[in-house]
């Protein structure tokens, strides 16, 4: 990585977030600000992209930055959902859902009946409906969703990214 760049870490106190799992990366040269997608795992310019306010852009070293690039699980959140199927109904009853963030846009996946992520509104809809008293989707770790995919679905490997 080229010490010319300034890297600067997404953080969200209100997110939960910290410097080790930010919601967002990015670097600057100059006036040149780019971010790095963890979808396409590349620095981009920034283009027509939201910058955040400079109150979550933390400084952090070249080397952090290589660490945060280098493991994409830091910039993904999990969920699981519980249902109650209905008395003779054969649905899943325990729903693993995750959310890649990337400053282009986040990705909102849950793991589907043909035992592959596809898109979902599920965590959109969850977070835009405000506080919840009894939350139909509970964060998890990371292990934890691989662990309950790998128990309902007999899939292992199903959270790598």
């Not at 690039?69 to 993904?76: I, L, P, T, V, Y």
């Not at 986040?106 to 009894?134: K, L, M, S």
């Amino acid at each position: 990585m080229s010490d010319d760049y300034e890297y600067l870490a997404r953080v969200s106190k209100a997110g939960k977030e910290s410097v080790d799992r930010p919601s967002g990366l990015w670097r600057r040269r100059g006036d040149e600000l780019e971010y790095w997608s963890i979808v396409d795992r590349s620095w981009h310019p920034r283009g027509d992209v939201y910058v955040p306010h400079p109150d979550l852009l933390v400084p952090i070293s070249a080397e952090q930055a290589q660490v945060l690039m280098g493991d994409r699980q830091r910039f993904a959140r999990y969920w699981v959902e519980r249902l109650r199927p209905v008395q003779g109904d054969l649905g899943e009853d325990t729903l693993v859902y995750r959310q890649l963030l990337s400053p282009e846009g986040d990705v909102d996946e849950g793991f589907g009946r043909d035992n592959t992520w596809v898109e979902t509104q599920t965590i959109r809809d969850f977070q835009a409906a405000g506080p919840h008293d009894h939350p139909d989707l509970e964060p998890i770790a990371h292990e934890t969703a691989e662990r309950l995919i790998q128990e309902t679905r007999g899939i292992t490997g199903a959270t790598e990214l």
